[in-house]
């Protein structure tokens, strides 16, 4: 589980800035929002897993009927599984945190002499002075018992306060309108090219198109929130794609041509 509360690596990276005098320019923050991840993550998932189904199908079968049927009846059912995953993740992601903070509340009312003792350690861990962190940190939370059980759910165990303003069916309906409408990118160019023509291999084409177009946004989106260079992400969501979409191809192919299987 990640130190919520800080540890060594970030004592190292603020000591780097510091040692650096500090200057140079100020990094640029992340997008925020409540639900800009489930929307950019749950998005690249839909738009790979779609993309990879309609490359094996198109490797097995010249009938761009049966990639539009397959590929939209897999499209609702990975996103239906993939909102009601997110709804009992959240959901018990919740519960979890409430009941350890009803522990936390009790150990806190009747063993407070133990809780400051195992908070006074933990600000040592990270490099504070043990007066510093007895007589200005350790003894004043003695007064604040709800701002001690806070910082013993994040120091034993990594754990933020429930955010009351998650709701748990919003995250799930999020995801699953992230996945309906980026996981349907790759099969448009089929139904957009049927007035045009009826060569499948042009409409594949459209799709493999599209699908990087839609990659390379989405990898720009995953730039901000993780504050990762632009190229870099966009590559490295392009690779994602193209090396599932391959993989997915070549099973395909080898299915139909070498194991004799016909879609």
């Excluded at 761009?64 to 009601?84: H, P, Q, R």
């Excluded at 407070?112 to 990270?126: G, K, M, R, Y």
């Amino acid at each position: 589980m990640s130190d919520i509360g800080g540890g060594s690596s970030s004592i190292r990276l603020l000591r780097e800035v510091e040692e650096e005098g500090g200057s140079g320019e100020r990094p640029k923050e992340p997008w925020k929002g409540e639900y800009v991840k489930s929307i950019v993550y749950g998005g690249l998932d839909a738009i790979i897993t779609c993309f990879s189904l309609i490359s094996s199908i198109s490797a097995s079968t010249s009938s761009s009927v049966t990639v539009l049927v397959l590929g939209f009846a897999n499209l609702v059912a990975d996103a239906i599984s993939m909102g009601l995953g997110d709804y009992v993740s959240a959901r018990t992601e919740q519960d979890v945190i409430i009941k350890e903070r009803r522990v936390t509340e009790w150990d806190v009312i009747n063993h407070i002499d133990t809780e400051q003792s195992q908070l006074l350690t933990h600000f040592q861990a990270l490099g504070m002075d043990y007066n510093d962190a007895t007589l200005k940190v350790v003894n004043i939370f003695k007064k604040y018992k709800d701002i001690m059980v806070d910082q013993r759910m994040v120091a034993d165990k990594g754990m933020l306060p429930a955010d009351e303003e998650v709701t748990p069916w919003k995250n799930g309906l999020v995801t699953f309108t992230s996945f309906m409408l980026f996981g349907s990118t790759p099969l448009l160019s089929f139904i957009i090219l049927i007035p045009f023509t009826n060569n499948d291999t042009f409409k594949f084409i459209g799709a493999c198109i599209v699908s990087a177009i839609a990659l390379a946004l989405l990898g720009v989106a995953k730039a901000r929130i993780s504050g990762e260079r632009y190229m870099f992400s966009i590559a490295m969501t392009l690779f994602s794609g193209a090396m599932a979409g391959a993989t997915a191809y070549f099973v395909g192919w080898s299915l139909k041509h070498v194991a004799g299987l016909e879609g």
